[in-house]
């Protein structure tokens, strides 16, 4: 079975600087994706970045960006110039790329504040 | 373009009733998904569709819960009789293309189960 696992329940940042959230999953599979979903207070998630496991170019979605460490099952989301509408839940997932299936795995979150 | 759309946003109950949840997803999105959201948790998958068929209901627990989508389109998600336990958020989910992850997600439903 799959596995992720966010270790900082919470963090806290000043405006403008750069912040990085960690995650690390657990899979014997080498077909996949990863992503980090944003979950504001309003509590409608919304996806904010993808990597697939085959690339290993990290992907980048304007100021945020991933570190993907395939070889240790790392996948850290990196938010830079962090602005006060980046407050929200982060939760990293994992999904199994084969025969269609999308059950999506999901870590229990990080809460991040970004102060002013 | 409408978002998922979900009601009720808030619902509060006395155990052992029943209770029901709405979901209408982004039109002409066929996988359609039901999510608890336990409180400091990230979401579990209750089930999945593809149109009208539930692919996956493995996690669903099917001797209090049952889900619906008539048609192919809204879906219903049943709780009958609800516990204190199942207190939580239930998230709607739909998906346009199948296997890239890209869910979109409702609000919500907020279930207190007193």
């Known amino acids: 079975a799959q596995t992720v696992t966010q270790s900082q329940p919470e963090m806290s940042v000043q405006e403008a600087e750069t912040v990085t959230l960690s995650c690390t999953y657990d899979t014997s599979e080498n077909n996949y994706y990863l992503f980090w979903y944003k979950q504001p207070p309003s509590r409608q998630m919304i996806l904010v970045i993808r990597?697939?496991?085959?690339?290993?170019q990290n992907a980048t979605e304007n100021r945020f960006s991933v570190n993907f460490q395939k070889a240790a099952k790392s996948f850290s989301l990196k938010i830079s110039d962090s602005q006060l509408g980046d407050t929200a839940m982060y939760f990293c997932a994992f999904m199994l790329k084969q025969g269609g299936s999308e059950k999506l795995v999901f870590g229990k979150g990080m809460k991040l504040t970004v102060n002013p | 373009e409408a978002g998922v759309v979900q009601s009720p946003r808030y619902k509060i109950i006395e155990k052992k009733q029943p209770v029901a949840f709405w979901c209408n997803p982004i039109?002409?999105?066929?996988?359609l998904y039901w999510y608890l959201q336990n409180l400091g948790q990230g979401p579990e998958l209750l089930i999945r569709y593809e149109n009208e068929e539930a692919v996956d209901d493995s996690q669903l627990p099917k001797d209090r819960f049952s889900a619906e989508r008539l048609k192919g389109v809204d879906s219903t998600l049943k709780i009958q009789p609800a516990e204190l336990g199942d207190s939580a958020v239930y998230l709607c989910a739909s998906s346009l293309d199948r296997g890239t992850g890209e869910l979109f997600f409702g609000e919500g439903s907020r279930l207190t189960v007193l």
């Open positions: 039109s002409g999105h066929n996988t």
């Open positions: 990597q697939e496991a085959y690339k290993q």
